[in-house]
Structure formats: C-alpha cells, structure tokens
C-alpha cells in the first residue's frame, strides 16, 4: 500500500516567516515529486517539482528531497497571506501514470 | 488557450440517479484521469486512461464508469451503486507516463462539485 503522510495543520505562520512543509512517503519506487497548492474550492495547481536528492529553488520556493529518509519539503520563503492554501505531495514512479497524493497541509500566513 | 474543461461545475442528484460528469481537453495529452476529493481528504485516483479506447481503474472505481471514445474527451458516469457519491470531482491529463525527468506533469480541470440530495 503506498501511503504519502502529510501533517494536516493547519500550520500558521506570520507574514515575511519561513513556511516548512513536510511529506513522508512509503513507496521506495518513488522518483518524481511534486507539490500542487489547492485554495479552498478549488483544483490543485502545480507549484514545484523534484527527482533527485537536494534542493530546488523557484522563486520564494524551495523542494527539498531526501529519498534515502524518504522525505520531501517544501519551503515558502517570505510568505504572503496569498500563501494561504492547502498544499499537497505527490510521489509517482518512474514510467507511471499513477500520482498518489498525501491528505495535504492546510497552511495559514497571518497578515 | 489549452486547458480542461469540465462540467457542469455543480450538480445535485436525487438518490438513485445516475450523472455524468464531463472532461474535455485540448492540450492533445494521451493520458487522463478522475480524482474524487472529499473534506479534508486527499485525491483518490477512480480511473484512468492512457490511450483511446482503453482505461484502467484505480484506487476506488466501484460505483463509477467511464468510457473513452475520443483523446480529447473522458467522462464519468457516478452511477446509483455509489453509496455516497457527495464530493468534489476532478479531472486531469497528462502528455504520457512519469519518465525519470519528471516530465508529464500532471494539469487539473476546475473541477465539478457534485451533491447528492
């Protein structure tokens, strides 16, 4: 059973703080990840994505990737209330179709 | 502009009834695919397909049916066997399968929110 684990929150941070999001996943199969944010009402959109060990910038944003800890984060430097969302994992293996998706971490940025 | 299309975005079905859900994409992608999402939940996969005229199931398909007769179409029919069909139902394509590079990403509709009375 591949099993994603996300802490549900929610996680409140204040405006301009570091947002850490954290993500565990069971399936050692796993070689691509991603981070979608979801606002409330809405489908999921894509906000990073990592394959190999090591961190990945874009922008305010940062994937962090551990596949031996079988960890993956994602970090919102300076954030904004506009931060505010759920933000999902999703593992997939390599030559799949297949995303499994984590509960999600509701986060809160406080003006 | 490309993109997905589903519809209706909200629907409301009396028990017993059976609806069909819409997805229509113009990104000419092979692979697409339903999510269900209840409250505080993650997506769990229904089915998907990766081809015309082929489609797989997934985590939870019983009570659901899809054809796909069309690359740019693929819906879904919620079926009167699906004992609590109440959630939100989204839609996505992807260009094919995950390759090491990460490619094909995976791109949502805006999703229809269907609601049994």
């Known amino acids: 059973q591949k099993e994603v684990e996300q802490n549900s929150g929610p996680l409140s941070v204040p405006e301009g703080a570091i947002a850490s999001l954290n993500c565990t996943y069971s399936?050692?199969?796993?070689?691509?990840f991603f981070w979608y944010r979801q606002y409330s009402g809405k489908s999921p959109e894509l906000i990073m994505s990592i394959y190999s060990n090591g961190d990945k910038e874009d922008g305010r944003f940062t994937a962090q990737l551990n596949k031996a800890s079988q960890y993956v984060s994602l970090l919102i430097r300076d954030s904004q209330p506009s931060d505010s969302a759920t933000y999902l994992c999703a593992p997939r293996r390599a030559g799949s179709y297949q995303l499994t998706f984590g509960k999600g971490t509701k986060l809160s940025v406080i003006p | 502009d490309g993109g997905i299309t589903q519809s209706p975005k909200y629907l409301f079905r009396k028990e017993g009834q059976n609806v069909t859900l819409s997805c229509e994409q113009n990104?000419?992608?092979?692979?697409m695919y339903w999510y269900r999402q209840d409250p505080g939940q993650g997506l769990r996969l229904i089915y998907y397909s990766q081809i015309v005229n082929d489609f797989q199931k997934g985590d939870i398909a019983e009570g659901y049916s899809v054809s796909r007769e069309k690359k740019e179409s693929f819906p879904l029919t919620v079926t009167s066997a699906q004992k609590n069909p109440t959630a939100f139902y989204l839609c996505a394509s992807t260009s094919g399968a995950g390759g090491r590079s990460g490619a094909n990403v995976l791109t949502f509709g805006a999703g229809s929110r269907l609601t049994v009375l």
């Open positions: 399936d050692r199969g796993s070689q691509s």
């Open positions: 990104l000419n992608h092979d692979a």
